[in-house]
């Protein structure tokens, strides 16, 4: 872009006053002392092909998009990443200088690097991981690990024909366990991470049966409202090492804010104190 125009960017959703990138990405370029801003914007599936073609005329860089847009970009946008393509669903936009628009997912990335920064101890060989649901987030989810190297994936969901989509696409490291078994199989899990909205404020409880959970074993929520979830309270009474949401939402901010601005931000105290004002 030429020197005199401020690079814009944003995120799009229905509905969208609940996001908390208007705040991490305002956070980070303040900090880093760059020109630019990021705008919340709602935006009806009918209208979304229509935005993505006029905002890279109006000055954005790149755009987030959010529930319930992540399948349909992927239909809209010219350049598709493999794992995007991979994972069903993008949470990225890049308008680039050649007009083209570029769709990629940092859902996984973001996920990944939560977990190393919540718990370093990690070892993506130590054991199985259970997986609570089959959606888009937990499409994210299962490709990060088998790709870090998780020896299996033990993948639960509500709606098991769902659940057995996503093994079908993903390979014989993925197997499915019935709803109601979930609570049996916690035991083996050197990790277990929920991607269900369950427990998350104004949404029905997580009802798994957590008497299995191990010490010592790794347990992460993807849901960061309320950060603390009964699933995390649970698990560090039964002296596991947890991992809130939060994490994931601020990591997967990261390459799509160096993308657009040009800079790498960091992920610390003050990034989260600023995505929970």
Not at 47 to 67: A, C, Q
Not at 162 to 169: I, M, P, T
């Amino acid at each position: 872009m030429s020197d005199n125009k401020i690079p814009l960017a944003g995120v799009l959703g229905m509905p969208i006053g609940h996001s908390k990138s208007p705040q991490i990405h305002g956070h980070w370029l303040k900090t880093l002392g760059l020109a630019g801003f990021y705008i919340p914007m709602e935006v009806s599936p009918s209208d979304l092909s229509e935005v993505l073609k006029t905002l890279p005329k109006m000055g954005f860089v790149g755009v987030n998009v959010t529930i319930p847009h992540k399948e349909a970009v992927l239909q809209i946008a010219d350049l598709v990443t493999d794992r995007a393509t991979l994972i069903g669903a993008a949470n990225t936009i890049i308008f680039r200088k050649d007009g083209k628009i570029h769709a990629d997912n940092t859902d996984g990335y973001g996920f990944i690097e939560n977990l190393k920064f919540g718990a370093p101890s990690w070892q993506p060989t130590a054991g199985p991981a259970v997986v609570l649901g089959a959606g888009g987030a937990s499409r994210a989810v299962v490709a990060s690990l088998l790709d870090a190297g998780v020896p299996e994936i033990l993948l639960t969901n509500r709606t098991k024909v769902r659940a057995e989509k996503l093994a079908d696409d993903f390979g014989k490291r993925v197997q499915v366990i019935d709803w109601v078994q979930a609570g049996n199989v916690l035991e083996e899990a050197a990790l277990t991470v929920n991607t269900t909205s369950l427990g998350m404020i104004g949404k029905p409880e997580l009802r798994v049966p957590l008497d299995g959970l191990r010490k010592g074993s790794i347990v992460t929520d993807l849901v960061y409202a309320p950060l603390q979830t009964k699933l995390l309270a649970a698990a560090q009474e039964k002296g596991c090492h947890t991992v809130d949401g939060l994490g994931m939402l601020l990591h997967q901010a990261v390459p799509a804010f160096e993308r657009w601005f040009g800079k790498r931000p960091v992920v610390d105290s003050a990034t989260r104190a600023a995505a929970l004002r």
